[in-house]
Structures are given as structure tokens and as C-alpha cells.
């Protein structure tokens, strides 16, 4: 076996956190041989103009909406090294994840997404209580130093009180962010420079009267 891409004490910790209160921010989670590479990808990809506006809803209710998101995307495939060895650390959280919570976890999707200068995406849960095939959602960030004034922190909200904040993450490479995806209501506040994130999702198999939930 290959020595793993994230420690399992930063698993465990994750895993505490998830259980206790739902979510968990931590610095330093990725290390830079993952997010860095990532970093120069979504670049490469951005000036060829390879990023689509991100929409919200799903299948046939997909549709662009500006003042809710202002996001740029790309869905990973695996293509590049960068992409897969940070699919195989997800694949170490979600063997932690299942081993710790018999969540069932079986699949992973994620993009890359660039918030260019003003973008913002407002309050939203990832997925629909009951409806829910999204499970967990992660969020990698991939900008080195990122300027003390360069605001566009991810806001996380109390599920039970979703007017009242509960923290600020600043979009600093290295930092990871884990949450159940159909409880905790978050934000991304407008940003002033170029911002760039990996977000993800655990999925479990909700099959809704014999029709299988569309991946994307
Ligand atoms: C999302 C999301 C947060 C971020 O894509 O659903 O909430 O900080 N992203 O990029
Ligand atoms: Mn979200």
C-alpha cells in the first residue's frame, strides 16, 4: 500500500467533528503536493476558457441564476494525476466516513470551481432532507495566501437558527471543510480575487420510487 495522502488522526478528528456537530473546518488538511497542482490546473483550464457557469437545480430544473451563484465549473474526470491522487485522498475519508458511520457511502462526485472578483454564491443546503442522495459535501480550498482583504470566507450556519453564523473559513489552500449536506445551511460571500475550490459530495443510492436520482 502507498503511504496515504491524509493522516488518519485528521481523519479521526474530521469524523469527531462531523458526528458532535455536523461539520468540520480544518487548516492544513490537504497537503500542498495536492492542492497545488489542482491549483494550476483550474488555472490552465480557466484562460482556455474550459469552465462552465455553474447553474443550480438539477436535470431538467438546471438553470443559470447570477444573483444565486457566480461560480465557474468543471467536473473532475480523472483526466490528470493532480485530479486523481485528490480522488484517492476523498477515497481514504470516505472509507473513514463508512467505517466510522455506516453511511454506505459508495460514490463521488466533485468540480472545480473559480468565483471570479464579485462572485458569490447565497445561502443554500446541498441537498433536499428526505430527497438526499448527496450525503456529505466537502469543499477543498486551493489559494496560496490568500489576501487578508480578500473576503469571500464560506459562512456556515446553524441548522436549527439559519440566520445565525457559526464561522467564517477564509479560502486558504490546505483548508478542508466537511458537512452533512442536507443540515447545514452555508454561504460563499462575494469574493475580490480569484477564488478556487474543489467542492464535492458522498452520494448514497437514493432510488425514489424506482427512479434513480440523475448525478448531476
Ligand atoms: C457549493 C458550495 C462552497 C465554496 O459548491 O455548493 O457551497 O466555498 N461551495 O466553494
Ligand atoms: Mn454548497
Redesign the pocket.
Known sequence: MTRPHLPPARLTELVDALVEQGWYLGEHFLPEALHAPLLAELETMASREALDAAGVGRGREHHLRRDIRGDAIRWLDRESLAQRRYLEAMGELQKALNQALFLGLFEYEAHF?QYPPGAF?RRHL?SFRGRANRVIST?GYLNPDWPADGEGE?VIFDEHDPDRELTRVR?EAGTFVCFLSDRVP?E?LPTRYPRA?I?GWFRRNASLGGLVDPSH
Request: glycine content about 0%; proline content about 10%.
Open positions: 470551481a454564491y446541498d469543499v464560506m479560502p452555508h460563499v475550490s467542492a
